[in-house]
């Protein structure tokens, strides 16, 4: 309250509630204890730090975060009866929260993330008014509640604390959410249909669980949602995503088991900014409409199964500034249109099929990029001398080019941090004519049928390139 500011006589109730918060929390080393001191002859209501009440003197809203509380929440708190707000995050709270705080009918914003809170939630959760309820990053236990009677609640979050247990049925009654982060925890099961009910919902985070199974059909009426992130999806990722979450900007379904093409339809999610499909066991081709989705900024599809060559229609993505590949069966060559990328600053295409050299127009990749990861390929080639400039400032952040095999000489500016060796096995004109895979005495040649490139290596042991040695061919057919 306002200083000079009269304030009807405390609640007895109330003074009882804070003067237990103030002795539980070891209230002499907080940070600011202003007003707190004077202890039951004081007045909350006339300026102590933190405290906010209404007209008629009653304690309305607790606001010590990051004020050094250290100790367990007294079940005297809940003689505040008319608490409306609670904010205690950043602070060093430890022991279980008095179930009855939940109860308190005016309770709309419970926020204590960021201690060392434990124990269970009620199996119900009865709190009418409650809005906001954010417990993350504590060391909470035990399952989620069964039962929600929470008709205003919009935003959960538990992310990072020990539960365990299915994701319960009845969250879909807190039918007014629009934030609802699960992620960090030791939950199992499936992904419940029931959540298709949360319609509100704008945020929807189950990753760094147990959970996993197929996108219930259900979830198509999320129609609201603009941040998806969601680990352990299985099967094929249905059409409806494209189709139906319009307001989609980032979309995060990794490290599960979904199969079979990338939908087309994701092309139509205008508003996207972030795509990633990493760690499954997608196949096909990299979608060819890839350059309608304008708002891209990063698309992340490594470790999977696609085949086919990199579309040219990443060029068309002036916000696109992350482009990650790495780890799949991409064929063909780096495509020149990648150099007309305006914001790009990390490219990997690492642990490809991919062979040709390094396009000059990737000259124009100079000042932005940070991260160049071509590893793993069969990349070969002179490297153009207008990429000097490009590989000098490439040289301070990280450059990945190692298990290609170069033509001799590599460049001076090229940096050794690359892991850039040549190969004399490829730097004469005649290894382009192999047909097959070879071997020379001479220099240990071989040439695999993925590229029209020849890389060291021996019979037993090809240096790293797939050029199994049963496939080599010795004495005069060695063209290499």
Same mark, same amino acid.
């Given at each position: 309250?306002? /200083?000079?500011?009269? #304030?009807?006589?405390?609640?007895?109730?109330?003074?009882?509630?804070?003067?237990?918060?103030?002795?539980?929390?070891?209230?002499?080393?907080?940070?600011?204890?202003?007003?707190?001191?004077?202890?039951?002859?004081?007045?909350?209501?006339?300026?102590?730090?933190?405290?906010?009440?209404?007209?008629?003197?009653?304690?309305?809203?607790?606001?010590?975060?990051?004020?050094?509380?250290?100790?367990?929440?007294?079940?005297?708190?809940?003689?505040?009866?008319?608490?409306?707000?609670?904010?205690?995050?950043?602070?060093?709270?430890?022991?279980?929260?008095?179930?009855?705080?939940?109860?308190?009918?005016?309770?709309?914003?419970?926020?204590?993330?960021?201690?060392?809170?434990?124990?269970?939630?009620?199996?119900?959760?009865?709190?009418?008014?409650?809005?906001?309820?954010?417990?993350?990053?504590?060391?909470?236990?035990? /399952?989620?509640?069964?039962? *929600?009677?929470?008709?205003?609640?919009?935003?959960?979050?538990?992310?990072?604390?020990?539960?365990?247990?299915?994701?319960?049925?009845?969250?879909?009654?807190?039918?007014?959410?629009?934030?609802?982060?699960?992620?960090?925890?030791?939950?199992?099961?499936?992904?419940?249909?029931?959540?298709?009910?949360?319609?509100?919902?704008?945020?929807?985070?189950?990753?760094?669980?147990?959970?996993?199974?197929?996108?219930?059909?259900?979830?198509?009426?999320?129609?609201?949602?603009?941040?998806?992130?969601?680990?352990?999806?299985?099967?094929?990722?249905?059409? *409806?995503?494209?189709?139906? *979450?319009?307001?989609? %900007?980032?979309?995060?379904?990794?490290?599960?088991?979904?199969?079979?093409?990338?939908?087309?339809?994701?092309?139509?999610?205008?508003?996207?900014?972030?795509?990633?499909?990493?760690?499954? %066991?997608?196949?096909?081709?990299?979608?060819?409409?890839?350059?309608?989705?304008?708002?891209? %900024?990063?698309?992340?599809?490594?470790?999977?199964?696609?085949?086919?060559?990199?579309?040219?229609?990443?060029?068309?993505?002036?916000?696109?500034?992350?482009?990650?590949?790495?780890?799949?069966?991409?064929?063909? #060559?780096?495509?020149?249109?990648?150099?007309?990328?305006?914001?790009?600053?990390?490219?990997?295409?690492?642990?490809?099929?991919?062979?040709?050299?390094?396009?000059? /127009?990737?000259?124009?990749?100079?000042?932005?990029?940070?991260?160049?990861?071509?590893?793993?390929?069969?990349? #070969?080639?002179?490297?153009?001398?207008?990429?000097?400039?490009?590989?000098?400032?490439?040289?301070?952040?990280?450059?990945?080019?190692?298990?290609?095999?170069?033509?001799?000489?590599?460049? #001076?500016?090229?940096?050794?941090?690359?892991?850039?060796?040549?190969?004399?096995?490829?730097?004469?004109?005649?290894?382009?004519?192999?047909?097959?895979?070879?071997?020379?005495?001479?220099?240990?040649?071989?040439?695999? /049928?993925?590229?029209?490139?020849?890389?060291?290596?021996?019979?037993?042991?090809?240096?790293?390139?797939?050029?199994?040695?049963? %496939?080599?061919?010795?004495?005069?057919?060695?063209?290499?």
């Amino acid at each position: 309250t306002e /200083t000079g500011k009269r #304030s009807p006589k405390p609640n007895v109730n109330d003074l009882e509630a804070l003067v237990a918060l103030y002795k539980s929390t070891n209230g002499p080393e907080w940070t600011n204890r202003s007003g707190w001191t004077d202890g039951m002859a004081g007045n909350p209501c006339q300026n102590w730090f933190g405290v906010d009440c209404d007209e008629t003197g009653r304690v309305i809203g607790l606001s010590l975060t990051t004020n050094n509380l250290f100790g367990p929440l007294p079940a005297d708190l809940v003689k505040a009866t008319h608490l409306e707000s609670l904010y205690l995050f950043q602070n060093g709270l430890n022991g279980s929260v008095p179930e009855e705080l939940f109860d308190l009918e005016n309770l709309t914003q419970f926020v204590v993330d960021f201690n060392h809170l434990e124990g269970k939630l009620p199996r119900t959760l009865n709190a009418p008014r409650l809005e906001v309820l954010l417990i993350y990053n504590n060391y909470f236990n035990g /399952t989620l509640p069964d039962v *929600w009677k929470t008709p205003r609640l919009q935003s959960l979050n538990v992310d990072s604390n020990r539960f365990v247990g299915i994701i319960p049925d009845g969250l879909e009654n807190a039918d007014a959410l629009q934030y609802l982060v699960l992620s960090h925890n030791n939950l199992s099961g499936a992904f419940p249909p029931g959540l298709g009910r949360l319609t509100q919902l704008k945020q929807l985070w189950i990753f760094n669980t147990n959970v996993r199974g197929e996108l219930p059909s259900s979830w198509s009426a999320l129609t609201s949602l603009a941040d998806v992130q969601v680990e352990g999806v299985v099967g094929v990722l249905p059409e *409806w995503i494209g189709q139906l *979450w319009v307001d989609v %900007q980032v979309l995060v379904l990794v490290r599960g088991n979904a199969t079979d093409s990338i939908p087309l339809s994701l092309c139509m999610l205008k508003k996207l900014v972030k795509l990633w499909l990493f760690s499954h %066991q997608l196949t096909g081709e990299v979608p060819y409409c890839v350059n309608q989705m304008t708002s891209l %900024q990063w698309i992340d599809l490594s470790d999977n199964r696609l085949t086919g060559e990199i579309p040219s229609g990443f060029s068309q993505l002036d916000n696109l500034t992350h482009l990650a590949l790495g780890n799949n069966q991409l064929t063909g #060559s780096l495509p020149d249109s990648l150099g007309y990328m305006k914001s790009i600053e990390s490219l990997d295409v690492c642990q490809n099929m991919l062979t040709g050299g390094i396009p000059s /127009t990737f000259s124009s990749f100079y000042p932005r990029m940070y991260i160049f990861s071509i590893c793993y390929n069969t990349l #070969s080639g002179p490297i153009p001398s207008v990429l000097e400039q490009f590989f000098e400032r490439i040289n301070d952040f990280s450059c990945l080019m190692y298990d290609n095999p170069w033509s001799c000489p590599i460049p #001076s500016y090229v940096p050794k941090s690359c892991g850039s060796v040549c190969s004399h096995c490829n730097t004469g004109p005649s290894h382009t004519d192999c047909q097959s895979c070879v071997s020379n005495s001479n220099y240990y040649c071989g040439f695999c /049928t993925n590229g029209p490139n020849c890389m060291e290596g021996n019979a037993t042991s090809p240096s790293g390139y797939d050029c199994p040695s049963g %496939q080599w061919v010795y004495g005069s057919n060695s063209a290499c």
